[in-house]
């Protein structure tokens, strides 16, 4: 049995404005995400799942028990918001130990419990500091550390990372769900992010227009999108079109290529879809056999860290976005190159229909 199951949860507002039927799981241990742009429902959701609102349809159940219409403070939950929300009146301590002596834990044992939270964020010995002489990325491990201290059997975390400048959030994109793992906590998560849903959950719920487009982990979402809105909104936009699909290859203005997914999937006519060509998808190494290779003039190269991303100009006038491990061998703007495209890289997406059953809003 999943520790939360929503069901159906549905709630319209006086603009208009609607969550449509949202039904999700979430087991026990597990960190998933609610992703999608601003303004789709996510953290409508999250308001419903913590008891902040009450739907007007569905139900919200926890170990099978029905929670729906009852407070917040009955359903055993934790909750963290982006502006972190610290008393400025209190030490760090203070802060911490809110919770606790809300539910009349005894003094020692608050105490204790305190200490031991505050060094599962990496702040032991913060306990006497000003909360308002701490970094941003120290408040929010405060924050942090105030929602973990009771120990709730759910932690909602709403853009939990969204105030921190971009050298504080990647640190804190690594430390993170080793954290949540060592307090063998729940968590929903909400973010706009997917750099950061990607790095902070086991499963991804993403969101358009109060409705559930897609769910699955991080590295099915990503390399199989189901729709075009999906690959766009991931950043993927190398998307060409499909004049015909017949036996594994599909007609592009590329030329015809090899693709290793489902090709002939029933339903679909090729002028219905598009061909999406992840950015990792080209090869340097060329084989023997001569498909799936593509020559063009590269525009510009970028050096990203950990990776070079090419811009590529086709014969067709297609502009392509590739990127390459750093420490290859590339041609520089002005120069030719060619690619070969891994056939188990290229998707075939429809092109209508951003609902995860592959129907038109």
């Given at each position: 049995?999943?520790?939360?199951?929503?069901r159906?949860?549905?709630?319209?507002?006086?603009?208009?404005?609607?969550?449509?039927?949202?039904?999700?799981?979430?087991?026990?241990?597990?960190?998933?995400?609610?992703?999608?742009?601003?303004?789709?429902?996510?953290t409508?959701?999250?308001?419903?799942?913590?008891?902040?609102?009450?739907?007007?349809?569905?139900?919200?159940?926890?170990?099978?028990?029905?929670?729906?219409?009852?407070?917040?403070?009955?359903?055993?939950?934790g909750?963290?918001?982006?502006?972190?929300?610290?008393?400025?009146?209190?030490?760090?301590?203070?802060?911490?130990?809110?919770?606790?002596?809300?539910?009349?834990?005894?003094?020692?044992?608050?105490?204790?419990?305190?200490?031991?939270?505050?060094?599962?964020?990496?702040?032991?010995?913060?306990?006497?500091?000003?909360?308002?002489?701490?970094?941003?990325?120290?408040?929010?491990?405060?924050?942090?550390?105030?929602?973990?201290?009771?120990?709730?059997?759910?932690?909602?975390?709403?853009?939990?990372?969204?105030?921190?400048?971009?050298?504080?959030?990647?640190?804190?994109?690594?430390?993170l769900?080793?954290?949540?793992?060592?307090?063998?906590?729940?968590?929903?998560?909400?973010?706009?992010?997917?750099?950061?849903?990607?790095?902070?959950?086991?499963?991804?719920?993403?969101?358009?227009?109060?409705?559930?487009?897609?769910?699955?982990?991080?590295?099915?979402?990503?390399?199989?999108?189901?729709?075009?809105?999906?690959?766009?909104?991931?950043?993927?936009?190398?998307?060409?079109?499909?004049r015909?699909?017949?036996?594994?290859?599909?007609?592009?203005?590329?030329?015809?290529?090899?693709?290793?997914?489902?090709?002939?999937?029933?339903?679909?006519?090729?002028?219905?879809?598009?061909?999406?060509?992840?950015?990792?998808?080209?090869?340097?190494?060329?084989?023997?056999?001569?498909?799936?290779?593509?020559?063009?003039?590269?525009?510009?190269?970028?050096?990203?860290?950990?990776?070079?991303?090419?811009?590529m100009?086709?014969?067709?006038?297609?502009?392509?976005?590739?990127?390459?491990?750093?420490?290859?061998?590339?041609?520089?703007p002005?120069?030719?190159?060619t690619?070969?495209?891994?056939?188990?890289?290229?998707?075939?997406?429809?092109?209508?229909?951003?609902?995860?059953?592959?129907?038109?809003?």
């Amino acid at each position: 049995m999943p520790l939360l199951e929503i069901r159906q949860l549905q709630k319209t507002y006086p603009d208009g404005w609607k969550l449509h039927r949202v039904s999700f799981t979430v087991e026990d241990g597990e960190r998933l995400c609610l992703l999608g742009p601003s303004g789709c429902g996510k953290t409508t959701l999250l308001r419903l799942i913590a008891g902040l609102e009450l739907p007007d349809d569905g139900r919200v159940l926890v170990d099978g028990r029905d929670v729906t219409m009852r407070p917040p403070s009955q359903r055993g939950f934790g909750l963290m918001f982006q502006e972190y929300a610290l008393f400025p009146h209190k030490d760090v301590f203070g802060n911490v130990a809110f919770g606790l002596r809300m539910q009349g834990m005894a003094r020692e044992a608050t105490s204790q419990r305190v200490i031991e939270t505050l060094a599962l964020v990496g702040l032991a010995g913060f306990e006497h500091r000003d909360v308002s002489q701490l970094s941003g990325g120290e408040r929010q491990r405060v924050a942090l550390a105030r929602s973990l201290a009771p120990q709730p059997r759910l932690l909602m975390l709403d853009e939990p990372l969204g105030a921190l400048d971009r050298t504080l959030r990647e640190r804190l994109m690594e430390e993170l769900p080793n954290i949540l793992q060592r307090a063998n906590v729940t968590t929903i998560t909400v973010t706009h992010d997917q750099e950061e849903a990607f790095a902070l959950a086991d499963r991804v719920v993403l969101m358009r227009d109060g409705r559930v487009i897609q769910m699955g982990t991080p590295q099915d979402v990503y390399t199989r999108p189901s729709s075009v809105w999906v690959a766009e909104f991931l950043g993927l936009t190398n998307l060409l079109d499909v004049r015909s699909v017949e036996k594994g290859w599909a007609d592009t203005p590329l030329g015809k290529l090899r693709v290793g997914n489902d090709a002939k999937k029933p339903g679909l006519s090729s002028t219905e879809r598009l061909l999406l060509l992840r950015p990792d998808a080209a090869r340097l190494d060329v084989p023997d056999h001569g498909h799936n290779l593509v020559t063009g003039e590269v525009m510009t190269r970028s050096f990203r860290g950990e990776r070079y991303r090419i811009k590529m100009l086709h014969a067709s006038g297609i502009e392509l976005t590739l990127d390459f491990l750093a420490g290859v061998n590339l041609p520089g703007p002005g120069e030719s190159l060619t690619v070969f495209l891994d056939p188990e890289m290229l998707v075939l997406l429809p092109v209508l229909g951003d609902r995860a059953d592959g129907r038109p809003d």
